[in-house]
T-cell receptor
């Protein structure tokens, strides 16, 4: 699996958009970009994933650059409950892949 | 559905003791896995299973055993606990191995080995 690089921490004002970057310069053509988050030592929670095109769901948007070497997770209106560690993971879809989570970005939403 | 359940939530062991961390899911998922998370670290895969009777090693399998006799249960056994195994343990399940959008995590077991 390709390796990812994320900033260790970020702050965001409540109600503003939170933009979390991720670099994955060694991503291969059939690897997806996944985002998970972990709130206060709970089990990780799936947020969104994508291959090439930008994706949006009820939780967030995912913007993937054209060369696929980086991506940005966008939380459009951050709330205090979005304070969490956010993990960017690159992996094949399907098959018997062994997935490893990195250290992620600690997002602190400030009132 | 209860989702993925883990017991116990907290456990303190002495070095050399053995114990089993329980994990159960009621979603009929074929794929189940165990991760450990050390303080300030990401999650690392210990063992995983793609179905009843089939298990395989992850990134950090030493010191742990698993078995999968039923689709619902995937216990993790520590045969002789060591302080290095102090960690938070998460169990996950999903329909398809390695497909991250299908993975559901349990609440975790916090283990301290003295």
């Amino acid at each position: 699996d390709a390796k990812t690089t994320q900033p260790p921490s970020m702050d965001c004002a409540e109600g503003r958009a939170a933009n979390l970057p991720c670099n994955h310069s060694t991503i291969s053509g059939n690897e997806y970009v996944y985002w998970y988050r972990q709130i206060h030592s709970q089990g990780p929670q799936y947020i969104i994933h994508g291959l090439k095109n930008n994706e949006t769901n009820e939780m967030a948007s995912l913007i993937i650059t054209e060369d696929r070497k980086s991506s940005t997770l966008i939380l459009p209106h951050a709330t205090l409950r979005d304070t969490a560690v956010y993990y960017c993971i690159v992996s094949y879809s399907g098959g018997y892949q062994k997935v490893t989570f990195g250290t992620g970005t600690k997002l602190q939403v400030i009132p | 559905n209860a989702g993925v359940t883990q017991t116990p939530k907290f456990q303190v062991l002495k070095t050399g003791q053995s114990m089993t961390l329980q994990c159960a899911q009621d979603m009929n998922h074929e794929y189940m896995s165990w991760y450990r998370q050390d303080p300030g670290m990401g999650l690392r895969l210990i063992h995983y299973s793609v179905g009843a009777g089939i298990t395989d090693q992850g990134e950090v399998p030493n010191g742990y055993n698993v078995s999968r006799s039923t689709t619902e249960d995937f216990p993790l056994r520590l045969l002789s606990a060591a302080p290095s195994q102090t960690s938070v343990y998460f169990c996950a399940s999903g329909y398809i191995a390695g497909v991250l959008d299908e993975q559901f995590f349990g609440p975790g077991t916090r283990l301290t080995v003295l």
